[in-house]
C-alpha cells in the first residue's frame, strides 16, 4: 500500500512553492507600476521654466518687458531721458471726475479777454451799474453772482457810490486784501472807484464789430480800480503829481496784492487796476514776473498727471493744470481732493486749481 501521508506533504510542498512564485510575480509588478506611477506624476509637478535671474539674496527678480511690451499694472515705466515717471501709468491717488458744460469756458477769474475773445456774458445780463443797483440783492447774486459792496464791505475802503458790483470771490478776497491793508499801514484812505461797469451809452467800438466794453475785466465784475483818498481829492495809488508822498501806498499793493489773488494791470492818470485770478496764479505771476497771457500759455502744457505745482506765501502748495474742452456740450475733468476751482480761459479750455489741504 502506497505512503499517502509523503504524497499529501508533496503536494502541500507543491502548492506551496506555486504561491510564493505567484507572490513575487505580483510583487514585481506592483513596484514597476510604483516606478512608472512616480515617474509620470514627477513629470506633471515639475515646475515650469522660469527664465528669471535670481539676486544675491535668492530672491528672484522679474526679467524686465522686452522693448515694445506693455508694463505691468503699478510698475515705474520712466521715460527714455531718465525723467519722472510716466504719468499715465502713475495717475495720482483721489482722483475723480467733474463734468461742466462748455459754456463754462467763458467763465472764471482766469478767462482772457482780447479782440478774438471779447467777453461773452449774455446780453441781457450786461446792464449799467445803475440799473442792477434797482434789482433786489438775492437776483444780482443768484442770477450774476454780484454782490453790492455797499452792503458787503467791512468800511476799511471808501466806495465812490452805492452802486458798485463784484464778483462774489473777488468781492472777498478785496476784503481780506484791504483788511490787510489798514492793519500793516493804519491808513483808511482808500477810495475804491470802479467795480463791475458796463454803461452802454459809452460803448466804443475797436472795430466794427467789437465792443470796447467787451474787453474788460471789469465786464466781469472781477476788476478794481483804486485811488488815493486826500484832501485834494483822488488821485491813483501810483501818484502822477511830482511831490506827493503817495508810493509807499502804491507799493503796498504792488507787493502784497498777489497775497490775495490780485494782479496789477496797470494804472491811469486817475487810478491804479486790479484783477482778481486767485491766489497760486497770482503768486506765480508774480515771483516769475509774467503776464496773464503768459502764464495762461504755460499752464497749457500741464496735464491732471504733470501739473504746475505752486506754493504761496503762506507755504500752501496748489497743483494747476489744463484740460481742452471736449467736442459737444461738456467736458469730463479730472479733479482731486474736496477743495478745486475751474475756470474757463475764455477760448478753448478749463484751467483746474487744486487747493492740496483738501486732498
Not at 37 to 50: I, R
Not at 91 to 109: F, H, I, Q
Not at 111 to 128: A, K
Not at 286 to 293: E, G, M, Q, T, V
Request: with cysteine.
Amino acid at each position: 500500500m502506497a505512503d499517502t501521508s509523503q504524497t499529501t506533504k508533496n503536494i502541500h510542498r507543491h502548492n506551496t512553492s506555486g504561491i510564493i512564485f505567484a507572490s513575487i510575480i505580483l510583487l514585481c509588478i506592483a513596484i514597476i507600476s510604483l516606478v512608472i506611477t512616480l515617474t509620470a506624476l514627477g513629470k506633471d509637478e515639475a515646475p515650469p521654466k522660469d527664465d528669471s535671474e535670481t539676486n544675491e539674496s535668492g530672491n528672484k527678480e522679474e526679467n524686465k518687458n522686452p522693448e515694445g511690451s506693455e508694463e505691468k499694472p503699478g510698475e515705474e515705466n520712466k521715460n527714455p531721458e531718465g525723467g519722472e515717471e510716466n504719468p499715465e501709468q502713475n495717475p495720482p491717488a483721489g482722483n475723480k471726475t467733474e463734468t461742466l458744460e462748455n459754456s463754462k469756458v467763458y467763465r472764471g477769474p482766469l478767462i482772457l479777454l482780447s479782440e478774438s475773445s471779447v467777453y461773452s456774458r449774455p446780453i441781457e445780463e450786461l446792464i449799467t451799474r445803475s440799473s442792477m443797483g434797482k434789482l433786489d440783492a438775492n437776483k444780482v447774486r443768484s442770477q450774476y453772482g454780484f454782490i453790492n459792496l455797499s452792503s458787503g464791505h467791512t468800511g476799511d475802503f471808501i466806495l465812490k457810490d452805492r452802486n458798485l458790483f463784484l464778483d462774489i470771490e473777488t468781492a472777498e478776497a478785496l476784503r481780506k486784501m484791504m483788511e490787510a491793508y489798514v492793519a500793516e499801514t493804519g491808513h483808511k484812505n482808500i477810495w475804491l472807484r470802479n467795480a463791475y461797469y458796463y454803461d452802454s451809452s459809452e460803448d466804443i467800438k475797436t472795430t466794427p464789430d467789437i465792443n470796447e466794453a467787451l474787453l474788460n475785466s471789469h465786464a466781469a465784475g472781477i476788476s478794481v480800480d483804486l485811488q488815493i483818498s486826500t484832501a485834494n481829492g483822488q488821485i491813483p495809488l501810483k501818484n502822477a503829481y511830482s511831490g506827493y508822498p503817495g508810493a509807499e501806498y502804491y507799493d503796498w499793493f504792488i507787493l502784497n496784492c498777489h497775497k490775495y489773488g490780485f494782479i496789477h494791470e496797470g494804472n491811469t492818470d486817475l487810478y491804479s487796476t486790479f484783477r482778481y485770478v486767485g491766489v497760486a496764479h497770482a503768486t506765480y505771476m508774480f515771483k516769475n514776473d509774467i503776464s496773464l497771457a503768459a502764464y495762461l500759455t504755460a499752464v497749457k502744457s500741464k496735464t491732471a498727471q504733470d501739473r504746475l505745482v505752486i506754493s504761496d506765501e503762506s507755504g500752501k502748495e496748489w497743483w494747476v493744470y489744463y484740460i481742452k474742452a471736449a467736442e459737444g456740450e461738456s467736458t469730463d475733468i479730472t479733479v482731486f481732493g474736496s477743495l478745486y476751482y475751474i475756470s474757463g480761459n475764455n477760448t478753448d479750455g478749463f484751467i483746474v486749481t487744486i487747493d492740496t489741504s483738501g486732498l
